[in-house]
């Protein structure tokens, strides 16, 4: 068995394994039903109706005495044809004499042959319930479990996979390749005993009525598997094929709708347009060759099973005429015979489907066997307080091996209770530097301490617990505002919530809107301008309470206005508590008590506003340059305007 289905078999159908056996057993019992019916077909053809030789000569004269029949003069001693009127063999009449009943006789016995069929199709529909509610239970149970493992695993998961993987892709494998698990499993783990079940009952019963014609039926065995040799692989590649170009367009898709404004921006329309045409070009013409495949590979079984009952019926029709056979046996084979080749052409399409079951679970595996290289180690520490006393030492970071590092060497030490500001030309790691700190990543080499331990001691929930973050740009997810303000720390009352908001420069905004803190937010914040949604991811941090706060250029798209009186609101946040801000602002950095300067990934400076403008270099050229006309028309100096002006309200 291939090993992403063993270890599925084992993780996900296992747990289930009561009710996966009494489905297989009532699949094995529900297989008989058409037989069964069959059963009752040749009773009634062959005891109610009893068709007899010269029923037909003799249906209006009554009852005739054979020994009364006398063959015509000249005849005598010589064999007699047999009248080709005659339905059923002439041997009947001596080698396999059947008693007749009367007209109240088959009354009774075809009230008899009704309240059997009548039991029979009540007991299967209830058995067919079961079984089929069973079915849906075990294979939902198991999307369930496969898509809540899919979202605990990359919920664990470094940002480096994320940094490397589309959302849409991921999106892809726990939504819509784990729904495809639920038909898979129910056809290849539970119709298929339906279906071997059917053929060992089919294939006795044949043996039953007539062996010479069920040694003819299974001829017909061999070209089914051939059948589906033929189209195996095929049916396979493009099936994977397939399941690979659906993960690129959830991929681009997700891309495109996230970035909406930046393709209306520059009327790119159109090419998204093509773009997104030829990626479902691509899909349909897989889909079509698949659905050929398939379709070729059922037209292919069908033939084989119509010329093994064309012949077969033929065959059967002379056994009649010879008296080998009754007219109920040769419809009970037929029957029998179509059940037989019905999960015939079913299990020459099983090993398909596992195959595409396979690439489905080897897709789900991929990501549950994704390396969680950031984890906490046996026996991590829980720090009930933390002062905030933050060092990195000889800190080497890239994001893989191939690539160069972006943190290179850095070595520096922060007080608890101080600000440092990070500043440095776009590219040096200022925003990374400080996802090391979240331990959203891992450093390549050197070590991270915060209060003396190194944060690979620290239990990851203890550190995020304890360090915020209030990112460029905010991430808002849909409901109400004060769900969004809540959500790093559930059960916060609505004073605390209110009292968030204040100091985040936010509440009389919220207070204006009808709604007040019950007011929607749509995906992303989509109806908040870019202030609104930084105001709210501050008061989101400010709730936290933690003892170290990271603002990563937070203010960029405020007015001067709103700038200043949230400046004055960060001052007393971030008094007593380890404060990095990452800025473009030397204006921002100055309030700073210690400016951490980087380029190219390095330290290029370490020190107080004064300090570094006397000491030149890399900040002191920053000074510069934003001193300049230029910088000061485009708001980077205190005085710029800083950003959107302009403040939407919630629709």
């Known amino acids: 068995m291939n090993p992403y289905l063993k270890r599925f078999v084992a993780n996900y159908i296992r747990p289930f394994w009561i009710r996966v056996a009494l489905v297989m057993v009532l699949a094995g019992i529900t297989g008989s039903y058409f037989y069964i019916l069959g059963f009752i077909t040749k009773a009634t053809v062959d005891d109610v109706l009893q068709i007899r030789p010269g029923s037909i000569e003799d249906a209006g004269a009554g009852p005739a005495d054979p020994a009364q029949i006398r063959p015509p003069h000249g005849t005598q001693g010589q064999k007699i044809g047999r009248d080709p009127q005659r339905v059923l063999p002439h041997s009947w009449d001596t080698d396999r004499p059947q008693p007749t009943r009367t007209r109240s006789e088959k009354i009774k016995w075809l009230w008899v042959v009704f309240g059997v069929y009548m039991v029979v199709r009540l007991l299967f529909a209830g058995l067919n319930w079961f079984f089929n509610y069973n079915i849906a239970f075990v294979g939902n149970r198991i999307v369930f479990r496969v898509r809540l493992d899919l979202h605990q695993k990359v919920q664990k998961l470094q940002m480096a996979f994320f940094d490397r993987k589309q959302i849409g892709k991921i999106m892809s494998r726990i939504l819509d390749d784990v729904q495809l698990l639920q038909s898979e499993v129910t056809t290849t783990f539970v119709e298929t005993i339906g279906h071997a079940a059917k053929i060992l009952i089919g294939i006795v019963v044949l043996l039953l009525i007539n062996v010479e014609l069920a040694a003819f039926a299974l001829l017909a065995l061999p070209l089914y598997v051939l059948t589906y040799r033929l189209f195996q692989r095929p049916l396979s590649e493009t099936f994977a094929r397939m399941r690979e170009a659906y993960a690129d367009t959830y991929g681009t898709l997700e891309e495109r709708v996230r970035g909406v404004r930046v393709v209306y921006s520059f009327a790119n329309e159109r090419a998204e347009r093509r773009l997104f045409f030829r990626r479902i070009a691509s899909i349909f013409r897989l889909s079509v060759r698949n659905s050929v495949l398939n379709a070729s590979l059922r037209a292919v079984c069908a033939a084989i099973s119509a010329a093994a009952g064309a012949l077969i019926l033929y065959w059967g029709a002379l056994m009649v005429r010879d008296g080998n ?40 595996f991929e990501v549950l066997d994704e390396e969680i290289l950031i984890r906490d180690r046996p026996g991590a520490i829980n720090l009930k307080q933390v002062r905030g006393r933050v060092v990195f030492r000889n800190v080497w970071f890239q994001y893989n091996a191939l690539a160069d590092a972006v943190v290179k060497d ?19 790691g200022k925003s990374t530097l400080l ?20 944060l690979r ?16 740009e905010p991430v ?30 936010l509440h009389d905004f919220i207070m204006s809107q009808p709604e007040k803190y019950e007011a929607r937010v749509e995906e992303g914040g989509s109806n908040l301008s ?66 951490l300067v980087l380029e190219n990934g390095r330290m290029a400076g370490w020190g107080s506003h004064e300090e570094l403008l006397s000491q030149g270099g890399v900040y002191s050229r920053l000074n510069d340059e934003q001193q300049s006309p230029a910088a000061v028309h485009a708001g980077l100096t205190e005085g710029g305007a800083g950003g959107q002006t302009g403040e939407n309200t919630i629709n």
């Open 530 to 595: 870019g202030g609104q949604k930084q105001r709210l991811a501050l008061a989101m941090a400010i709730l936290t309470d933690p003892a170290i706060l990271i603002l990563d250029d937070t203010t960029s798209a405020l007015d001067a206005g709103t700038e200043a009186r949230i400046q004055k609101t960060l001052d007393q946040v971030m008094d007593g508590r380890t404060t990095f801000v990452i800025t473009h602002r030397i204006s921002t950095a100055a309030r700073a008590d210690r400016i």
């Open 325 to 364: 056979m009754t007219v109920g046996e040769l419809i009970y084979f037929n029957m029998s015979l179509s059940n037989l080749f019905m999960p015939l052409v079913a299990l020459t399409n099983v090993n398909v489907v596992i195959r595409q079951m396979i690439v489905v679970v080897s897709r789900v």
């Open 457 to 472: 001691d620290l239990r990851l929930s203890c550190i995020r617990r304890h360090v915020s973050m209030v990112p460029q």
């Open 410 to 428: 850095l070595t520096f030490s922060a007080r608890p209770g101080t600000s440092v500001a990070v500043v440095g030309p776009s590219g040096a």
């Open 435 to 454: 996802s090391l700190l979240l331990r959203l990543y891992e450093p390549t080499h050197g070590s991270i301490l915060l209060d003396d331990y190194n």
């Open 476 to 505: 808002l997810f849909s409901g109400t505002i004060s769900q969004n303000i809540v959500y790093g720390r559930d059960g916060a009352t609505p004073d605390q919530i209110m009292e968030a908001a204040r100091r985040a420069e």
